[in-house]
């Protein structure tokens, strides 16, 4: 473990579109140790989660009050999707959990932030929600990647 390949793999951990689901199987297939590589991974892209959790609704309060735009926007996205934020709050965060297992791109954790914002889904569901999906689809496309490098291994590289 080099200093240069895990600060690789915490930045692109925390990158949005990217993040651990493909940073941590291809920091494996590099070489990588599986058990720092899903630590510093994880780490990573929930650093990310947290600071955007706690963030999002700051920054747009502060938008909000001091733009003319900012605010019009705002109140028609919030107008738009919290007509449903008590059903929303009872079932949204485990709807979290397979928005962002499906390791396809926009769908991860930085995405699935703007929707537990947006929706007005609490720090302490939204996190657990978006931990849980994070390691799913970790685990699918690390099982994915070395399934295929098995493959190419077992028809000699092709």
């Not at 689901?21 to 058990?35: D, E, L, N, S």
């Amino acid at each position: 473990m080099d200093l240069t390949a895990t600060i690789l793999l915490a930045i692109q951990s925390a990158l949005p579109l990217w993040e651990s689901r493909y940073a941590i199987p291809f920091a494996i297939q590099g070489g990588y140790p599986p058990i720092p590589a899903f630590a510093i991974g994880i780490a990573s892209n929930l650093a990310v989660v947290i600071v955007l959790l706690l963030l999002l609704d700051p920054v747009s309060e502060f938008l909000i009050a001091h733009s003319k735009i900012f605010a019009r926007f705002f109140d028609w996205l919030f107008t738009r999707t919290r007509r449903h934020t008590e059903r929303f709050e009872r079932w949204g965060a485990l709807a979290l959990i397979p928005f962002v297992a499906v390791p396809i791109p926009v769908t991860g954790s930085w995405t699935a932030c703007a929707a537990a914002f947006v929706f007005g889904i609490r720090f302490r569901y939204a996190l657990p929600a978006i931990t849980a999906g994070m390691i799913v689809a970790i685990a699918i496309t690390t099982i994915t990647m070395l399934g295929i490098t098995t493959i190419q291994g077992m028809l000699g590289g092709y």
